[in-house]
Structures are given as structure tokens and as C-alpha cells.
């Protein structure tokens, strides 16, 4: 563990740093268990068992940003969706902050791209000590800062590639707190229709015909834009469908061939 007094967090929001976890997720669980509260963040140097979406591995070498936040859902599960639109946006300023007159989008359900490129990774779990609890979320980001895997799922890239500016963690981390926290409180206090409709100003995709694929489907369609709750409106013909998982590509003619 290592304390960081550089980093300045908003009002009703606490951290706790550390050199090495095995997963900044994981942490989170262990220190809600130990009665962590709502608005408390985890950041690691690395991690040494770092997750993404369904399981897949993510590459946590030192440079990059890794971090995880402690959030009560007031027990509204079915809200706990929406916050991956939340912390969509929030990374999404936070990086664009950093790349003055880079193109920086959203990507449907939660990455962020730069030049098409994936930049970062979330993965949001849900945790309760028992049922009668509360229900927090715990919100794990990662930024790619230093450096990017070569080998994914999509093309990837890292913020000082494209920056004069060596940033480290602790700069972008700094940054992601205060947007973060701007965004949950726009989310608490106008819901989520003004979220749903900043996510669509900023995406990529939308209009187009794109590729979803899901573990046991995979569909072509063009991107209407999301309903009420998040979920992708996707058209096929005359029908519209609703996607509420799965993983997206944007050119239907090259690389969409099952590997």
C-alpha cells in the first residue's frame, strides 16, 4: 500500500493507493467488506490479475492507470447499467482533456476510442455483504497511458501516443476523479435521459451498419441509437432489435470474420 497526497479528491470522495493488486476489482470487494464506503477509490501501479468484460484477460503492466470505484446503487439494480454510461463519458472527458484535437468517442457498451483505437477498458460488479444490505457497484477502469496491449479483440492505442505530454497515472487519475464525479452527479440529480443523450453526441457508429456479436449470434444491422435504459437499438430490415450485450464492430465489409 502507498499513500499519495499529490492527488486532490472531490468533496465526498475518498482513495487509497497501491503498488501491486491482484485485481484493483477485487481490492474494492475486500475493502467494502471492511466497510469501505460509497465514493471510495482503489488505484494500483499494477495488477497482477486484472479483468475485462466476459472474463477476458487485461494487460496490466506498470505505466498505465488502473483503478477501481466503490459506488451505492441505492439498491436499484436495474439502474446499475446506466452507470457504465456514466463512467463511459467520464473517461471519455478525461481523455479527451489530455488530446487537444484528437477524435475521441464512445463506443457502445462502454469503451472509449481515439482514432478508432481502444484506449481503456470498465467493468462494473455488483457487491453485497448479504441481501439485506446495500448493493454497491464497483466500477474498474483502465486507461491506457504508457503503453497498449498489441494482440486484442480491437485494434488498441495508448494516450502518449498521441501527446508531446509524458502523463503518468497519477496525472490521468487526477483528471478521472473530477469528471467522474461531475458525471455521477449530473446522472443523480437529471437521470439518465440527459446521460443516454450526451453518450449519443459523443459515439461512433451511430447511423451506420455495423456487426454485433454476441456468444451465440451475430447480427448485421444499422444503429438506430439506445433505448431509455441503455440497450442498442439495432435495425434489421423492417425490425428493430434490442442488443443488450455484446461486442461491436464498426466495418461490416473487412476483419469481421470469426477468428
Aim: include cysteine; charged fraction near 25%.
Amino acid at each position: 500500500m502507498t499513500n499519495n497526497n499529490k492527488i486532490k479528491m472531490p468533496d465526498g470522495f475518498d482513495y487509497q493507493a497501491f503498488l501491486s493488486l491482484d485485481s484493483t476489482n477485487k481490492e474494492a470487494v475486500r475493502q467494502a467488506h471492511m466497510g469501505a464506503k460509497s465514493g471510495f477509490w482503489i488505484s494500483s501501479i499494477e495488477q497482477t490479475e486484472g479483468r475485462g468484460r466476459r472474463g477476458r484477460k487485461w494487460a496490466s503492466v506498470s505505466g498505465n492507470l488502473y483503478c477501481s470505484l466503490i459506488y451505492d446503487s441505492q439498491s436499484e439494480i436495474y439502474k446499475a447499467s446506466q452507470l457504465s454510461f456514466v463512467t463511459t463519458l467520464a473517461v471519455c472527458d478525461t481523455v479527451a482533456e489530455c488530446l487537444e484535437g484528437v477524435d475521441v468517442k464512445c463506443k457502445w457498451p462502454n469503451d472509449v476510442l481515439v482514432d478508432n483505437k481502444k484506449i481503456s477498458g470498465i467493468l462494473l460488479e455488483t457487491f453485497s455483504k448479504t441481501p439485506k444490505d446495500p448493493i454497491f457497484m464497483i466500477i474498474g477502469i483502465g486507461i491506457n497511458i504508457q503503453d497498449h496491449p498489441k494482440l486484442t479483440l480491437y485494434e488498441a492505442t495508448h494516450i502518449n501516443e498521441h501527446t508531446k505530454t509524458d502523463f503518468n497515472a497519477d496525472d490521468i487519475f487526477s483528471i478521472l476523479t473530477q469528471k467522474m464525479a461531475y458525471w455521477l452527479e449530473i446522472w443523480n440529480v437529471q437521470g439518465f435521459a440527459t446521460i443516454r443523450e450526451q453518450w449519443l453526441k459523443h459515439c461512433k457508429g451511430l447511423g451506420e451498419n455495423i456487426c454485433v456479436r454476441m456468444p451465440n449470434e451475430e447480427l448485421m444491422g444499422r444503429f438506430v441509437d439506445l433505448d431509455s435504459n441503455g440497450a442498442l437499438r439495432l435495425a434489421i430490415g423492417d425490425e428493430i432489435r434490442l442488443i443488450h450485450s455484446g461486442d461491436v464492430f464498426f466495418d461490416t465489409t473487412k476483419n469481421n470474420k470469426r477468428k
